[in-house]
């Protein structure tokens, strides 16, 4: 076997190992992890902020078979950071119907839109843990 052959078939192996090897590494190397992030699409009424919600109240708002319940739950969101959206105050109110409370230690990002009345409704959440990334403009 001559050596050229020799050196492209060792060459190729070198490139299936090393193809391979990137393969199983890559995943948890954190490179381009911010191609994984979800895109957080908002509208261009809505406010998209970073904070902690306290429960202020809470009315039951369950119908007849409704097995998980439902509440009718009245917060604040203290803002920690205004991602998009004009909003300047540091508290402001938020109205939800949901199947349970949220936690007040630990910080939401949070797309509202606005009520007549002032208060928010909360259109989308998630904790800041989860990696997310926003859409460069809104629509």
Not at 81 to 94: D, H
Request: charged share 25%; proline share 4%.
């Amino acid at each position: 076997m001559s050596r050229a052959v020799r050196q492209s078939g060792l060459t190729r192996s070198r490139g299936w190992v090393l193809l391979t090897l990137s393969l199983l590494v890559e995943p948890f190397s954190g490179a381009d992890a911010s191609d994984r992030r979800e895109t957080l699409t908002y509208g261009c009424d809505e406010v998209v902020l970073v904070g902690r919600i306290t429960t202020v109240s809470e009315i039951d708002a369950s119908q007849p078979g409704d097995i998980l319940g439902r509440s009718r739950y009245e917060m604040k969101v203290r803002v920690k950071q205004v991602l998009r959206g004009p909003e300047r105050r540091q508290i402001v109110p938020l109205v939800e119907i949901a199947h349970n409370q949220m936690r007040s230690d630990v910080d939401f990002w949070m797309i509202l839109t606005k009520r007549a009345d002032g208060a928010y409704v909360m259109r989308s959440a998630n904790v800041t843990s989860i990696p997310y990334k926003l859409a460069p403009h809104c629509g």
